[in-house]
């Protein structure tokens, strides 16, 4: 990260008001805003210009626990201080967290790039609806850019309300919450989920949409036989795996896509590995699991199963174990640091170098 001053200005941000987004209401649950940051109507709302490309700022969203489970309908968030009106390239990226309060998060269930536009004055949002993400706890929620500077995220001017909630990704120190590289004040992502927790709508449609069948169908096609029946679940498939490759000296944690997974019925392998701590994602699109480590390297097949039906779907090569890499050993026999040299000398440039990183963000 360079956190130099943005040329030209005595601060990395630019400060600007905008009209508040209200919110609306759905029949099968609430519909709710999730947001960290603290901004109102006519206040203002600071860009911050200190990221290089590949670095990630996230908020995590904590869900009340009656509202449990929530999916996501949309994220919106502000992305601006330069270049108004173009357009830019941005992943964002959503983890499912299964610890709240831990700098790394939990595997990620999302992961696409979109093209975004730099705005003063209006949210970025991005739909979710058909994803079908459903979250049973904390969520987190990143923008990479994938360029320096701004054009970038926002953040408000009330401070660190929530500093347990507000993440950094460096891309050589990794995860850090935004305060611990002196980052004042919330990113202002938000997240609109609709709550399963709440009252259910006469049609019990869990998608929301106008429903005139007297048949209690969720997907609401016509259906005259009376029965009260509901759409099968698809066959078994496997379409993808996130990340594709691990290291064998550790367990890795992967979600898996496709259809038909069902949870404790649904067995996932790699190669001849059954994967451990399985949780299937609700609509059964997606699976998290842990592959265990001590897999000889090598590429595998990601195979899923469904011993009640017999059904098997398979992705070919999809996957691969490496084994660590090695260090060379160093002229004293001391373990050095990547890039410096060995013993004490290499500790105390890298210690130098985190600091002069500190020293920099000091000036954001």
């Given at each position: 990260?360079?956190?130099?001053?943005?040329?030209?200005?005595?601060?990395?941000?630019v400060w600007v008001s905008f009209a508040?987004?209200?919110?609306?209401?759905?029949?099968?649950?609430?519909?709710?805003?999730?947001?960290?940051?603290?901004?109102?109507?006519?206040?203002?709302?600071?860009?911050?210009?200190?990221?290089?490309?590949?670095?990630?700022?996230?908020?995590?969203?904590?869900?009340?626990?009656?509202?449990?489970?929530?999916?996501?309908?949309?994220?919106?968030?502000?992305?601006?201080?330069?270049?108004?009106?173009?357009?830019?390239?941005?992943?964002?990226?959503?983890?499912?967290?299964?610890?709240?309060?831990?700098?790394?998060?939990?595997?990620?269930?999302?992961?696409?790039?979109?093209?975004?536009?730099?705005?003063?004055?209006?949210?970025?949002?991005?739909?979710?609806?058909?994803?079908?993400?459903?979250?049973?706890?904390?969520?987190?929620?990143?923008?990479?850019?994938?360029?320096?500077?701004?054009?970038?995220?926002?953040?408000?001017?009330?401070?660190?309300?929530?500093?347990?909630?507000?993440?950094?990704?460096?891309?050589?120190?990794?995860?850090?919450?935004?305060?611990?590289?002196?980052?004042?004040?919330?990113?202002?992502?938000?997240?609109?989920?609709?709550?399963?927790?709440?009252?259910?709508?006469?049609?019990?449609?869990?998608?929301?949409?106008?429903?005139?069948?007297?048949?209690?169908?969720?997907?609401?096609?016509?259906?005259?036989?009376?029965?009260?029946?509901?759409?099968?679940?698809?066959?078994?498939?496997?379409?993808?795996?996130?990340?594709?490759?691990?290291?064998?000296?550790?367990?890795?944690?992967?979600?898996?896509?496709?259809?038909?997974?069902?949870?404790?019925?649904?067995?996932?392998?790699?190669?001849?590995?059954?994967?451990?701590?399985?949780?299937?994602?609700?609509?059964?699109?997606?699976?998290?699991?842990?592959?265990?480590?001590?897999?000889?390297?090598?590429?595998?097949?990601?195979?899923?199963?469904?011993?009640?039906?017999?059904?098997?779907?398979?992705?070919?090569?999809?996957?691969?174990?490496?084994?660590?890499?090695?260090?060379?050993?160093?002229?004293?026999?001391?373990q050095s640091a990547p890039g410096f040299?060995?013993?004490?000398?290499?500790?105390?440039?890298?210690?130098?170098?985190?600091?002069?990183?500190?020293?920099?963000?000091?000036?954001?």
């Open positions: 990260m360079n956190w130099n001053h943005r040329p030209q200005k005595s601060l990395t941000f508040l987004i209200l919110l609306t209401t759905t029949a099968w649950g609430q519909t709710k805003e999730l947001q960290n940051d603290g901004w109102l109507d006519n206040t203002a709302a600071g860009f911050q210009g200190g990221f290089v490309s590949g670095e990630i700022g996230a908020v995590s969203f904590v869900p009340d626990a009656q509202d449990l489970p929530v999916r996501l309908q949309k994220i919106k968030f502000l992305f601006g201080g330069d270049n108004e009106g173009a357009t830019y390239a941005a992943r964002i990226k959503v983890w499912a967290e299964t610890t709240e309060g831990a700098a790394s998060p939990g595997p990620l269930v999302f992961d696409e790039e979109f093209e975004i536009t730099s705005s003063t004055q209006a949210f970025n949002e991005v739909d979710f609806s058909s994803s079908n993400l459903t979250f049973e706890g904390p969520f987190r929620v990143g923008i990479e850019a994938g360029h320096n500077g701004f054009p970038n995220i926002a953040r408000d001017n009330d401070g660190n309300t929530f500093p347990g909630r507000n993440w950094i990704f460096e891309v050589n120190l990794g995860w850090a919450r935004s305060l611990d590289f002196l980052v004042q004040g919330d990113w202002i992502i938000r997240a609109e989920v609709i709550a399963a927790g709440g009252p259910v709508d006469p049609n019990n449609d869990p998608n929301n949409q106008p429903n005139n069948d007297t048949n209690n169908d969720p997907n609401n096609e016509p259906n005259n036989d009376g029965n009260n029946d509901v759409e099968p679940p698809s066959g078994l498939t496997v379409t993808g795996i996130n990340p594709t490759q691990a290291v064998n000296d550790q367990d890795t944690d992967v979600t898996i896509f496709g259809t038909g997974f069902v949870q404790n019925q649904t067995v996932f392998r790699v190669g001849s590995t059954v994967l451990e701590n399985i949780f299937v994602q609700p609509g059964g699109t997606a699976a998290t699991a842990r592959i265990p480590a001590g897999v000889i390297p090598g590429t595998y097949d990601v195979v899923v199963n469904d011993p009640a039906s017999a059904e098997q779907a398979v992705l070919n090569s999809g996957f691969t174990v490496v084994a660590p890499a090695v260090a060379p050993p160093s002229n004293d026999g001391c040299p060995g013993g004490l000398g290499g500790l105390a440039m890298l210690l130098l170098l985190i600091g002069v990183n500190f020293v920099r963000r000091r000036e954001a």
